[in-house]
T-cell receptor
Framework: QQQVKQSPQSLIVQKGGISIINCAYENTAFDYFPWYQQFPGKGPALLIA?????SEKKEGRFTISFNKSAKQFSLHIMDSQPGDSATYFCAASKGGYQKVTFGIGTKLQVIP | ETGVTQSPTHLIKTRGQQVTLRCSSQSGHNTVSWYQQALGQGPQFIFQ???????GRGNFPPRFSGLQFPNYSSELNVNALELDDSALYLC??????????????FGPGTRLTVL
């Protein structure tokens, strides 16, 4: 059972454009939604995270939008740069020391 | 501040063998989780250790086992290796709960190849 569904699986964006990655979850007990960035040969790195009591969180060029009623959340990367080319994972977990459930990942390529 | 480290970086084993992977958690972190990441997939939760006890387990058979030591470092042991065990194994450590949520910091992983 895929509890966190992520799309698209691959994305090509021109430099300066907006990259948008979408995720949907099924388990309403989830209350922590992190996004991870992974470069080839490296482990995932925490990028930004949101809790369901807010609808949007922005950190620099990265913004998470959260729609609790639709059980959906998305990552927007503004002014995308070639250095943003990586695989992005959305994830979800319950409060406390609970396992983190990951989406399948989106491979982003930002072309000059 | 040293991040999460894992050893070895790469490992090649044959089917039926046993393997031990090691993880040193980030300073100040008391919880360690292990994940398996197959090629082109997201990480899949194996299990988590807190205060040297297993604290949650994913859908993995008992031949996957682990330990956490008093210094919060950890080992992942896999017995009777199968070809499908070939993957990147990731260790993640977490600090004492910050706002009640499991903020995880990942190591670079160990690439295991089973022949």
């Amino acid at each position: 059972q895929q509890q966190v569904k992520q799309s698209p699986q691959s994305l090509i964006v021109q430099k300066g454009g907006i990259s948008i990655i979408n995720c949907a979850y099924e388990n309403t007990a989830f209350d922590y939604f992190p996004w991870y960035q992974q470069f080839p040969g490296k482990g995932p790195a925490l990028l930004i995270a949101i809790r369901p009591d807010v609808s949007e969180k922005k950190e620099g060029r990265f913004t998470i939008s959260f729609n609790k009623s639709a059980k959906q959340f998305s990552l927007h990367i503004m002014d995308s740069q070639p250095g943003d080319s990586a695989t992005y994972f959305c994830a979800a977990s319950k409060g406390g020391y609970q396992k983190v459930t990951f989406g399948i990942g989106t491979k982003l390529q930002v072309i000059p | 501040e040293t991040g999460v480290t894992q050893s070895p970086t790469h490992l090649i084993k044959t089917r039926g063998q046993q393997v031990t992977l090691r993880c040193s958690s980030q300073s100040g972190h008391n919880t360690v989780s292990w994940y398996q990441q197959a090629l082109g997939q997201g990480p899949q939760f194996i299990f988590q250790y807190y205060r040297e006890e297993e604290n949650g387990r994913g859908n993995f058979p008992p031949r996957f086992s682990g330990l956490q030591f008093p210094n919060y470092s950890s080992e992942l042991n896999v017995n009777a290796l199968e070809l499908d065990d070939s993957a990147l194994y990731l260790c993640a450590s977490s600090p004492p709960l910050a706002g009640g949520f499991n903020e995880q910091f990942f190591g670079p992983g160990t690439r295991l190849t089973v022949l």
